[in-house]
């Protein structure tokens, strides 16, 4: 079953404008983790954020989390058409013992295209 | 290697047929994922290893999902007399406890038909 939900399904800007794409999720979490996915690829690492952090950033990315609303936010500044890709976030969350191996829990994605 | 590889790339197979898919981890890592991702949906989790023991196979979808890893690197997903809805893109991840960095294989994508 999938744990969260990401809005928009679909997202479709211009080349150098900011692209912000949201995550919701169901139960308590160790991290979320932020994929990018190109079609027919693999998943790609972009940013882990530990439930106790609110915001990072990684190059052109920032993460915020905020646990009280379950949610996350990935926010592409001066996109470019090479970000054009499926996103996805993913949770790890404890086990009923309060620790995790690592299993995570995707949402369905977010597809954004950049226009050059 | 550097990455995770998997095997075959592609894959089509006539509706009760056995498969097998391949995965090799990064060398080292203690833990071992497969996740089955249909189209246009995100991954969901299927099985995890550590090292050869498998620790959670809750999320195989039926008992024509068997997954092994033998010596503890190499791990091989066999799905037997599969059916149309078998078709999916099987995806593989290694990580290891010093990183706690998950790293995902291409996939492999099971066509039945």
């Given amino acids: 079953s999938q744990q969260g939900e990401e ?29 990018r996915q190109n079609s027919g690829r693999g998943l790609v690492h972009l940013i882990l954020i530990r439930s106790n952090e609110r915001e990072k950033h990684s190059g052109r990315l920032r993460v915020t989390l905020d646990t009280s609303k379950k949610s996350s936010s990935l926010l592409i500044t001066a996109s470019r058409a090479a970000d054009t890709a499926s996103y996805f976030c993913a949770t790890d969350a404890p086990n009923a013992g309060g620790t995790s191996y690592g299993k995570l829990t995707f949402g369905q994605g977010t597809i954004l295209t950049v226009h050059p | 290697g550097a990455g995770v590889s998997q095997s075959p790339r592609y894959k089509v197979a006539k509706r009760g047929q056995d498969v097998a898919l391949r995965c090799d981890p990064i060398s080292g890592h203690v833990s071992l994922f497969w996740y089955q991702q249909a189209l246009g949906q995100g991954p969901e989790f299927l099985t995890y290893f550590q090292n050869e023991a498998q620790l959670d196979k809750s999320g195989l979808p039926s008992d024509r999902f068997f997954a092994e890893r033998p010596e503890g690197s190499v791990s091989t997903l066999k799905i037997q007399r599969t059916q149309q809805e078998d078709s999916a893109v099987y995806l593989c991840a290694s990580s290891s406890w010093e990183t706690g960095r998950w790293a995902f294989g291409s996939g492999t994508r099971l066509t039945v038909v």
């Fill in chain 1, 7 to 35: 809005d928009p399904q679909a997202l479709s800007i211009q080349e150098g404008e900011n692209a912000t794409m949201n995550c919701s999720y169901k139960t308590s979490i160790n991290n979320l983790q932020w994929y």
